[in-house]
């Protein structure tokens, strides 16, 4: 098979062909055929009622990466055919979300408002070719009406007006002559398909409400399902992706077309694909708006939630998503991703790009009884093993440390390789330690260990040597920063939240323990970080400058995920 995406992409004459996923395969087709002139017109259509989550991150992907591969477009349009629920906000995230990923719509920034007008002629041309009727039952009764799978629906007593009466009517609908919900314009197809979509259709309701984009112009406004497929029309779309749920609509849509659409002209065709769900993870807007508004989360960019925004706030790259996106395929059959391939994604981009620091988020002080007070040295620390073109820094060394808590322990099992009574451990970048005596409080609490160095152990030196089974992390007490740092745990204990007991809503899944925050003292270098800035702690995993709440007086921390790589174990056994 030709395989222009793959030359395309590596651009290596060796490079060995990249296998296609379906809607690829299909495009390829085309382009081969020559379809549509051999054009790859793309869009991504969010309806402005939320911010964007990772399933949409999947679907901006497969859309701007279809465009990037085979020299096609994509547009941005806002699906605002409902006008009580858009808001600028959420027009804004989405353009700055996509923006974020990496993707450019250049000028093509469309809203389904832009066609009212012409949506509104069709709809005339409907009623005149007497394919579109109005109603005047209330919308409630024409769902009752429309029967089940098993049994045909029933024709509304109005379905067969004239057209002068319909168009008399539709016209009066249109100048708000009637009030909301007294009628609505439906499609004349087939009240007996077995299709529930094609039984005669709501296509315009009347809603006295100002829109957001074309204010009080209008006061019926068209239903999603009438606007979407002649909507990639007026834009010259080609391949018009969505996800499974709407393979049912697809009738309907063709329906529409059908009426506007010579045979055998240009015309859009739909391919579904499965919609991206992720283990531990709620993806619903509905549901994420409830978490926001109850203020369960600190709001749409709390990272914990599954909002690019909030992974953005939590450390994930864009190519960390990009990634995750392409890793995930193109499926069409529904299933659940593990969240850890994410967490897998965000790891492998972070482990090139992020530089090591040390952090100590649980500290416990250690004081070295010979080492000379006042005196204090600076060490040498590798800032990438993986990357050395990022060089060294220096790192203060002092008689009073700070390590982590869970380092020592006083009466450890056979294989605790860390600090306990008695025992060696190596301070990374530095010296060979012994511990020599734990100091309490009154109420029997750890508050000091006293250890004692060896000198000539100096990591970098000649003489340094000798092996200990142990590196522990530390930080210079006087030299360290207080930082917040604040730890992250799965929103939900359940890996199929939307999954509940009778009775129950998903809000009865929610991890209590999906926040902790830490009073951790981390080394002197991060005085110079920026909001957003990305690091790895040694040894606890990749962290972020919290860009909300860092402030000139206090230092916050996101941790972005731990070293322990749960998917690698996964894939390799
Ligand atoms: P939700 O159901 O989460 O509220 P939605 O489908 O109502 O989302 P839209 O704004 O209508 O959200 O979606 C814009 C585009 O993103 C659509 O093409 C939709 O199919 C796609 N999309 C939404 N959710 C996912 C998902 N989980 N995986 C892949 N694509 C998705
Ligand atoms: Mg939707």
Avoid at 193 to 203: A, E, F, K, Q, T
Avoid at 311 to 326: C, D, H, M, Q, V
Avoid at 334 to 347: G, K
């Amino acid at each position: 098979m030709k395989n222009n995406k793959a030359d395309m992409k590596d651009g290596a004459e060796n490079a060995a062909p990249k296998s296609l996923n379906f809607i690829e395969a299909i495009v390829e087709e085309d382009i081969s055929t020559n379809k549509n002139d051999g054009r790859v017109h793309t869009r991504f259509p969010p309806e402005p009622n939320g911010y964007l989550h990772i399933g949409h991150a999947k679907s901006i992907c497969l859309n701007f990466g279809l465009a990037e591969s085979y020299q096609g477009l994509t547009n941005l349009r806002f699906d605002d055919t409902n006008p009580t629920r858009e808001e600028e906000e959420y027009v804004n995230s989405i353009m700055e979300d996509i923006r974020w990923l990496g993707f450019d719509w250049e000028n093509r920034l469309f809203y389904a408002s832009d066609y009212f007008d012409q949506l509104y002629e069709w709809a005339l041309m409907l009623i005149k070719k007497g394919k579109a009727y109005i109603d005047d039952q209330a919308a409630e009764f024409i769902s009752e009406q429309k029967g089940t799978l098993t049994r045909p629906g029933q024709e509304s007593p109005f379905r067969n007006r004239s057209v002068e009466e319909n168009l008399d009517l539709f016209t009066r609908m249109k100048n708000g002559e009637f009030p909301d919900g007294a009628r609505v314009l439906r499609a004349k197809i087939d009240m007996a398909s077995p299709n529930m979509h094609l039984r005669d259709p709501i296509i315009y309701r009347i809603m006295h409400t100002s829109h957001d984009r074309t204010g009080d112009k209008w006061c019926i406004y068209p239903m999603y399902d009438y606007a979407h497929g002649q909507s990639d029309y007026l834009e010259g779309i080609t391949h018009s992706i969505c996800t499974l749920e709407f393979e049912i609509h697809r009738p309907l849509y063709d329906w529409f077309l059908d009426q506007i659409v010579e045979p055998g002209a240009y015309r859009p065709r739909q391919y579904e694909f499965a919609r991206l769900n992720l283990s531990y993870t709620v993806m619903s807007k509905r549901k994420l708006l409830e978490l926001v508004n109850e203020q369960i989360v600190d709001g749409w960019d709390d990272p914990r939630m599954p909002t690019i925004s909030g992974l953005r706030r939590r450390g994930y790259t864009p190519e960390s998503i990009r990634n995750f996106a392409e890793r995930v395929g193109v499926a069409r059959r529904d299933n659940v991703i593990d969240v850890a391939l994410l967490e897998y994604s965000i790891r492998q981009d972070l482990n090139k790009k992020a530089n090591r620091v040390m952090g100590v988020l649980k500290p416990l002080k250690l004081t070295i009884s010979n080492y000379p007070e006042g005196q204090e040295v600076e060490l040498e620390a590798t800032n990438n093993p993986e990357d050395e073109s990022q060089g060294k820094r220096k790192i203060p060394f002092s008689r009073e440390l700070y390590i982590e808590r869970d380092d020592f322990m006083e009466d450890p099992p056979k294989k605790f390789f860390r600090l306990a009574p008695g025992k060696e451990v190596r301070l990374k970048y530095a010296y060979i330690i012994q511990c020599e005596e734990v100091i309490k409080d009154a109420a029997g609490n750890i508050i000091e260990l006293k250890c004692t160095y060896d000198p000539e152990t100096r990591s970098g030196t000649a003489r340094s040597g000798k092996k200990v089974k142990g590196t522990l992390h530390w930080v210079s007490a006087s030299h360290a920063l207080d930082a917040e740092v604040r730890l992250y745990d799965r929103l939900f204990v359940n890996e199929e939240p939307d999954i509940v007991e009778e009775g129950q809503d998903f809000k009865s899944n929610l991890n209590p323990n999906s926040l902790e925050l830490l009073n951790a003292k981390v080394e002197p270098s991060l005085k110079t970080a920026r909001p957003g800035d990305q690091f790895q702690f040694e040894r606890l995993g990749y962290f972020c400058i919290d860009p909300k709440y860092t402030s000139a007086e206090k230092l916050v921390i996101n941790r972005t995920v731990s070293l322990r790589d749960s998917w690698a174990k996964i894939s390799q056994s």
